[in-house]
Structures are given as C-alpha cells and as structure tokens.
C-alpha cells in the first residue's frame, strides 16, 4: 500500500524557514517523479514544486521560485521542501504528492493527507 | 504562467449526467488530469491523460478533451460524487490547477 506522510509544519513567523518531510513506503522510491502542492484554508489546489526520480531536474510555481528548494533522499526514501523567507501567503496544508512516472507527467496519483503550515507574527 | 478556469459550482440529479469543464491555453498542447476532493480528504485522482482511469474509479468518470477545453462527464451520477473536482495541466513553468468546481448532488 503506498504511504506518503508528510511532517514539519507548523506555526512560523514572516521572513523565518521552515523545512517540511515526506517520508514514502509501498512502492519503489527511486522510480518516480515527487511533487509538492498546497492549499491554502478554504481555497484551491496549487502545485508548489516538483523533483525527478534522480533529481535531475526541478520545477517551481512562479509564486514561490527563489525562496523554496524541493530535493529527495532515495536511500531513506524521503522528499523535502525547504522554505524560506516565507510570507503570510504560504499559510497552507501542504501535501505530498506522488507522479505516475520517473520523469514529470504531472499525474499525482497518491497524495499524503498534509502538513499544515501557518505564518503568522 | 498559464491559467485554467472551472465554473466554481455544477449541480446534477441523482443518477443524470454532469460534464464539469475546464479551459485554458495549456489545454491545447496537453491532457488534463482531474481529481476529486472531499471535505477533510487529500485528493484523488480520478482521470489523467486521454481518457484513463485509475484503479478502483468507477467507470461512470471519464474525460475528453477540445480544443482548449477539458471536460470530465460522469454518467449517473451517485451521493458519493458530491465534491470539488479539479483539472490539472502542465504549462510553461510545471503545472497548473483549474480553481475547482464544486459538485452538488441532488
């Protein structure tokens, strides 16, 4: 059975960092692309970043270049997203969301239930 | 980056057909995805690529695609189908979803 658990989030202020986890069971890490999307309470989906099964490529929303920095750990089976300078429009569940393929189709086809992330002062 | 539009809520009776859509320029050059999203639920995809299916989604979901317009019909519509449906498509920077259309059941 596929397993994505997300961890990490939390209550950080504006400008802090925050790092949050995805830790992957059930099916073989290595073989696909990862991706992260949020969304915000009450709002829509939006796809955040996304990593290939070897890292060799990155993608980010527009909203969030620069300041967020998606990686994976094949060997612990586990996915990141780094997040800095963060603003008050990140406020967010953020989920985990794992591609049907190596390389991005943008299909998620299994999703972690999310990791709540809440900028505030 | 490009930008897919839903109508924010679609109605049907229980058992008729709804066909939700979504346009946008993306569409043009790739299929959507759809996914379906209930209260308190992460989401789950129920159509991606041409018309496929994922394991355990019942076949009264499928999805077809126009020009610059994605639809997702569901033929007999059941209770459990009340939900916020999103399209999804890749674009220029990655990937880009529709603002939902909520599905009341009546």
């Known amino acids: 059975e596929v397993q994505l658990v997300e961890s990490g989030g939390g209550l950080v202020q504006p400008g802090r960092s925050l790092r949050l986890s995805c830790a992957a069971s059930g099916f073989t890490f290595d073989d696909y692309a990862m991706h992260w999307v949020r969304q915000a309470p009450g709002k829509g989906l939006e796809w955040v970043s996304g990593?290939?099964?070897?890292?060799?490529?990155?993608g980010y929303a527009d909203s969030v270049k620069g300041r967020f920095t998606i990686s994976r750990d094949n060997a612990k089976n586990s996915l990141y997203l780094q997040m800095n300078s963060l603003r008050a429009e990140d406020t967010a569940l953020y989920y985990c969301?794992?591609?049907?393929?190596?390389?991005?189709?943008?299909?998620?086809?299994?999703w972690g239930q999310g990791t709540l992330v809440t900028v505030s002062s | 980056s490009s930008e897919l539009t839903q109508d924010p809520a679609v109605s049907v009776a229980l058992g008729q057909t709804v066909r939700i859509t979504c346009q946008g320029d993306s569409l043009r050059s790739y299929y959507a995805s759809w996914y379906q999203q209930k209260p308190g639920q992460a989401p789950v995809l129920v159509i991606y690529g041409k018309n496929n299916r994922p394991s355990g989604i019942p076949d009264r979901f499928s999805g077809s695609s126009s020009g610059n317009t994605a639809s997702l019909t569901i033929t007999g519509a059941q209770a459990e189908d009340e939900a916020d449906y999103y399209c999804?498509?890749?674009?220029?920077?990655?990937?880009?979803f529709g603002g939902g259309t909520k599905l009341t059941v009546l």
């Open positions: 999804n498509s890749r674009d220029s920077s990655g990937s880009v």
């Open positions: 990593i290939s099964w070897n890292s060799g490529s990155t």
């Open positions: 969301a794992k591609d049907n393929m190596g390389v991005p189709t943008y299909y998620f086809d299994y």
